[in-house]
């Protein structure tokens, strides 16, 4: 029924009935504004992001800086911990560097399993020389522009599909509404010829 919608013979059907063309015009129309508005609101909110996260990136970058440590005990070998593709996350570590005064401080770092003692790692300090994460860099502002704009662009879609099937309820309570009252129409005649 759906494939001729907009042929000739689907206007001129004589089986079609007011509420098919309703609903398949309603269904169309909302289709195309889920389209546009999905489109549009997705790529609005995932520049606003990538924006905001742009700016977060520099101000970490500013707050944020590198410097080598010393590991100060061999890491474990493995780590109880794995992502995806089972490589071992990284390990926490005590370890020693020499502040902006000069002087030495010590804390925990995360390093490659299997780091011996005595080798050298990268350390990323915040202004007040407390250990951080380092700061992000470009594949993540883009990675979380990205997800939030299409996420919000999935939230619109499943909305429409939930406006979708709401015409679709309508219009099958108000094709057997029309079906009860046709058949009240029909049914003395046929218990007539029973």
């Known amino acids: 029924m759906y494939a001729a919608i907009g042929s000739r013979r689907w206007r001129t059907h004589p089986l079609r009935r007011g509420i098919d063309v309703l609903e398949v015009r309603l269904l169309l129309l909302l289709s195309t504004l889920v389209l546009v508005c999905a489109s549009a609101i997705g790529v609005a909110h995932g520049w606003a992001a990538f924006e905001h996260e742009r700016s ?3 101000e970490q ?3 944020r800086h590198l410097v080598r440590a010393l590991v100060l005990r061999d890491a474990a070998t493995s780590s109880p911990w794995a992502d995806e593709s089972g490589r071992s996350e990284r390990v926490p570590v005590p370890v020693r560097w020499t ?4 002087r030495h401080a010590t804390g925990k770092a995360m ?11 990268n350390l990323w300090l ?4 407390r250990v951080t994460s380092a700061p992000r860099g470009d594949r993540e502002v883009w990675a979380e522009a990205l997800v939030q704009g299409g996420g919000i662009a999935a ?7 939930l406006a979708g099937l709401a015409i679709r309820v309508a219009c099958n309570r108000r094709r057997t509404a029309g079906w009860e009252t046709e058949w009240s129409r029909v049914e003395p005649e046929w218990s007539r010829r029973v």
Request: charged content about 30%.
């Open 126 to 129: 915040d202004h007040r020389g």
């Open 56 to 58: 977060v990136a520099a």
């Open 155 to 161: 939230v619109t879609v499943g909305a429409g599909a």
């Open 111 to 121: 390093v490659a399993p299997g780091t011996e003692r005595g080798e050298r790692t």
């Open 61 to 63: 970058r500013a707050d």
């Open 99 to 102: 502040d902006a005064t000069g």
